[in-house]
């Protein structure tokens, strides 16, 4: 196959228009999807929490530990596209079934692991699983609900994710100090086993009949693999990394010159023409960018800046994931009047205030006062979450489905690995004002996002997804 031929998908109007399921299908699917983002999202909150006792157990230093997480961001950020162009090829019901399957074995291996090597081999396998399901997860959203009840099913996924990172330090917390470590991954088994069975309710969305474009898996997978792999070893050794990040952006131009004279592209450039897409990826990218780079530096802000004690420390970052949760059945509601660069925008900038207000913080701050600001940046990470997900998963046509959840949650990783570069980068400037840095930093990426916002509303680029 030449892949610079123009591929034909299946015809839109020959696509029937998502209306949702009937219950209960409906509520079964929905569960399946459920259960695969507390899946995904606890696997990598109960492994960050476990990471001293695997470096222990397995006698290795507490830096070479931290692979077993990027292992599996790696696994993720490098097959989210390559996999989302499978699922329109294979259907998006057996894709659920092959990722689900592929993160029980992996998670198998994990518990079996008695090298780093087979761990981060399990690791790999794991985040191969949870790319194949999480690529799936906003064209199955948007096929799941009616579309009245659309904004209500992204609001749900955003509550889970908010919940699941709330729960999961605790829960890898509770598991390790009962069992050895290696029941942190068998914990998650017995849930993939009823999003299996939750498969078979899930709704049946055209393929389109393209082959696969293999080339342009590959560079993909260099493109993003080096990028992250390059943001990780930036603060460590910045020469290797310079050299990593040249070769990813050689990759990303030979990928971009491959896919742009084509009708579905692996990296799905053809969306990145429809406008409302276009801002709402780029706000995306810019919020989580924001976010990450704030949820890193606040520990440290936290205890040596404010000199707050660790258990303090804890209690206060559950008020975050809470004011998303609290939020976001508003955000849903609101989402079906009025625009997204409307609540989007509003959304930035209560972060904003926020962010702020943690950054200007006196020394000494009353607990209540600092609780109210991370509950306000809560607040705007959720109320921007669902009216802007909703205009992203809307604006595209209904057989890219797939490649508009896999933008979707490549945007989302992006956004975090920049913000975590961002971190890396202000503590090596200055090891004592590095977070102070780091969260002016993230300030100011919130005020570009609600800049941006503010022109898509004057350009009314989104009215059509209400």
Known sequence: ????????????????????????????????????????????????IALPTIANDLGIRPSTSIWIVNAYTISIIATLLPFSAVAERIGFTLMYRIGISVFI??????????????LLLGRIIQGMGSSSVMCLFGGMVRNIYPPHKLAAGISLNAMTVGLMAVLSPSI?????????????????????LVALYAARFL??????????????????????????????????????AGTGLLLSLFFAILLIRRSAPQTAPLVPIDLFRIPTFRYAIMISALTFMAATSAMLALPFYFQNVLGLPLATV????????????????????????????????????????????????????????????????GMGFGFFQTPNNKAMLLSTPIHRSSAT????????????????????????????????YALAASVVVTIIAVLINLIRYFKKLDTAVI
Do not use: H
């Open 1 to 48: 196959m030449n892949a610079n031929e123009p591929v034909t998908p299946a015809s839109p109007s020959s696509a029937p228009k998502p209306c949702g399921l009937p219950a209960p299908a409906r509520y079964w699917a929905a569960l399946g999807v459920l259960l695969a983002i507390s899946i995904t999202v606890l696997d990598a909150g109960i492994a960050n």
């Open 105 to 118: 074995a992996g998670a198998i291996i994990c518990s079996m692991a008695d090298s780093l090597g087979l």
């Open 172 to 192: 890898g917390a509770f598991i390790i100090t009962i069992a050895p470590w290696k029941w942190i991954f068998i914990f998650t088994i017995p849930f993939c």
């Open 203 to 240: 709704p049946l969305i055209p393929k389109i009949s393209a082959p696969f474009d293999y080339i342009s898996a590959v560079l993909n997978m260099l493109t993003f693999g080096l990028f992250i792999w390059a943001l990780d070893e930036s603060g460590n050794k910045p020469v290797i």
């Open 314 to 377: 804890g209690i206060l970052f559950s008020t975050w994931p809470i004011g998303s949760i609290v939020i976001a059945p508003l955000a849903a509601r609101l989402s079906a009047r009025f625009p997204a660069s409307l609540l989007s925008g509003i959304g930035a900038a209560i972060m904003f205030m926020g962010l702020g207000g943690l950054l200007l913080l006196p020394n000494p701050s009353p607990l209540t006062l600092i609780s109210l600001y991370m509950f306000l940046t």
């Open 405 to 436: 959840g896999g933008a979707q949650a490549t945007t989302r990783l992006f956004g975090q690995g920049v913000g975590a570069a961002i971190v890396a980068l202000c503590f090596s400037v200055s090891q004592n004002e590095g977070a102070i």
